[in-house]
């Protein structure tokens, strides 16, 4: 049994609700996942959902963190971006507390982070706390921290500060064109993961014809090729992680970009980077749950 | 009165459906459109519905030459591409007359083209016919035709013929982005055309960075700097049209391109082709029926 004050570790996405009930020393000693994302609940009811999730959690040793997008306009109460380049320090100093109806002093949000390049915004909620996680396990101090998704973020580490980044829709525009798009008709984004297509596609996107031409070959060559369409879904995955990586890598030239994300997804990720001649290593889901474990060290909590 | 031989000339697309009746010399004595797109046509229905639309102009001295998607597999006879490099001459021998149920002899479906570049095929129907027609119109032999919309085409002419060709899925990301995406949320793709908004959006696309990254800004300019949604409805066509030129002005370095399309749509083509500093010249519907005109004549039918 370990005694000493506890960190509930929460991660509040769109989509999911996840925590980690963990020791000062930052062993993990539960965890529980919700399909209670922001987007389930209504205004007014995220201390409810809150309560009812981590209240047998709450006891008087603990603290809780959460991280996502609960700190976003349509979470539970909205903490300002914290501008880049940013560490813990800032991050801990813009913690929101007492988000409304949390028990008084016990609950805090992490804000996401803001980056202005070429003079367009860019932002993230949650990312961050993993990219500091990722520092942590990894002892880094500096390098390229990519988080494939839905809108995958590549971000540039400098003496253990968030620097810059940027987003890519990668995930989003790979559901779009391969269900909603005309070449929904030739690609099927649900079979089994087709390698030697999901190569051709990624080779194809580093010559560097863009997207709007290279996508319209996941139609062509089934129609006039035969190409099954199992093959179509790993080929058209390919050009967009292709067209990311060719995109992202034209800032880092150098280093090896650790990917933080769910194991098949980073798999591809650094089969693509191989591709470019490029090694990398992988981080999965300990990130967040390491980073708001650092953050809880960092302000003092545990 | 106009006598001798009269050219049907029919535009059948996949969701409208235009015809001319033309004079021996190219005139147009006159017009009909029709919401019957092939997507609106069983198989089987076709020629019922040629009848039911054109038979008042299909007398003993008319023949019927179709172009578009009339020929596709989904159409009312597939007519199978023409290979590039390919001019009058080839599609004229590839015609395919005699669809089932048409008046036998009399109504021809001409063929659309395929090319192949760097081992993927693209394809075209339709636009083949347009690009023939501003060759007749400019006196060209020679240049970059421009075919705007929801798969735009660049195609590449020398000696009168199309050398090549590449799509373009513009018009359809516009769609999907602006409509489906997360983007939609600050998104006004119904909105009036903002010059300057769309001025800034290509701008921001001929930099590079890629529409994976670019495309974000259009929903971060809203959220973080108050940009209305009807601003970045243009400034979303901005950076798609932008990216677009981008890569198909990689291949074509010098020439004035003729862009042919609705005169919405090619002037904001013009605009963003400026901002490029190239000039360009543009046609408009007449495109379509000057080809079919031309190739009536080159097969001896006027």
Redesign the interface.
Known sequence: MIMGNTLVAVDWGTSSLRGARLAADGQVLEEQSFGRGILSVSPGEFAAVFEACFAPWMDERSTCLISGMAGSRQGWAEAA?CRCPAGFGELAEHLLWNPPGAPAGRVAIVPGM?CTQ?D????MRGEEIQIFGALRLTGLQDGIFVLPGT?SKWARVRHGRIAAF?????G??YA??GR???LSRTVDTDAPFDGAAFDEGVM?AF?G?????????AR??G???GRAPAALGSYLSGL?IG??L??ALADTDTGEPVLIGAPQLTAHYARALSLRGRTSRSLHDQATWAGLHALAQQTKLL
């Open positions: 971006y803001s070429d367009v915004p860019d932002v809108h940027r987003t890519f829709m990668t989003e525009f779009l064109l909603q798009s005309l194809r010559e014809r863009g997207l709007l031409h290279t996508a319209f070959g062509t060559l129609l006039l090729e967009l067209e990311e060719r995109q």
